[in-house]
T-cell receptor, first 117, second 112 residues
Framework: EPEVTQTPSHQVTQMGQEVILRCVPI?????FYWYRQILGQKVEFLVS????????KSEIFDDQFSVERPDGSNFTLKIRSTKLEDSAMYFC???????????????FGPGTRLTVL | RKEVEQDPGPFNVPEGATVAFNCTYS??????FFWYRQDCRKEPKLLMS???SGNEDGRFTAQLNRASQYISLLIRDSKLSDSATYLC?????????????FGTGTRLKVLA
């Protein structure tokens, strides 16, 4: 079965440092997403990306965050200056047609656990 | 009102029991509905999509009630391996793209 992959699995960084989280979505998928989940809390939408641009973003996705698809396979999330409250699990996901139908499954990667010290 | 609401539980049930979860959503224009399962510290995985006419997959049955804006998940003959958090997911559209909105999840513990 095709899968979404993410690297690294765990990232530890100092407050104020920049981090880049990487994802390889499923190859024929067109819509890409980042979510975060703070330990013990719900999965929160950050951003969706289609056709090389952001299609929607949440209020969490402020100027400290950016996304990029630098080549045909990778999809990255950059946090410019990390804060303690950015510590969370970050999930990448992809879909074929953006949720247009009930058969359009959103596949998640295994996540990157970000710890900001 | 939250966009997607679930009872966080936990629901503690014995093996073999039948258990049902409900989820309500606030946007009447919501398009698609899903149940995901999430194990501790793992990614959400699709359990089943929810169709208007209701659908069944083995021991799992999902129902959608658009008039009352809720979806349900019924698990029959619970197994220990069903212990997980069950996430209700609803898609809504804004500016032409769909956003997947997650509920907080309902935690299920199946006890031996």
């Amino acid at each position: 079965e095709p899968e979404v992959t993410q690297t690294p699995s765990h990232q530890v960084t100092q407050m104020g440092q920049e981090v880049i989280l990487r994802c390889v979505p499923i190859s024929n998928h067109l819509y890409f997403y980042w979510y975060r989940q703070i330990l013990g809390q719900k999965v929160e939408f950050l951003v969706s990306f289609y056709n090389n641009e952001i299609s929607e973003k949440s209020e969490i996705f402020d100027d400290q965050f950016s996304v990029e698809r630098p080549d045909g396979s990778n999809f990255t999330l950059k946090i410019r200056s990390t804060k303690l409250e950015d510590s969370a699990m970050y999930f990448c996901a992809s879909t074929l047609s953006g949720g247009l139908s009930s058969t359009d499954t959103q596949y998640f990667g295994p996540g990157t656990r970000l710890t900001v010290l | 009102r939250k966009e997607v609401e679930q009872d966080p539980g936990p629901f503690n049930v014995p093996e073999g029991a039948t258990v049902a979860f409900n989820c309500t959503y606030s946007n009447s224009a919501s398009q698609s509905f899903f149940w995901y399962r999430q194990d501790c510290r793992k990614e959400p995985k699709l359990l089943m999509s929810v169709y208007s006419s209701g659908n069944e997959d083995g021991r799992f049955t999902a129902q959608l009630n658009r008039a009352s804006q809720y979806i349900s998940l019924l698990i029959r003959d619970s197994k220990l391996s069903d212990s997980a958090t069950y996430l209700c997911v609803v898609t809504s559209t804004a500016s032409g793209t769909y956003k997947y909105i997650f509920g907080t999840g309902t935690r299920l513990k199946v006890l031996a």
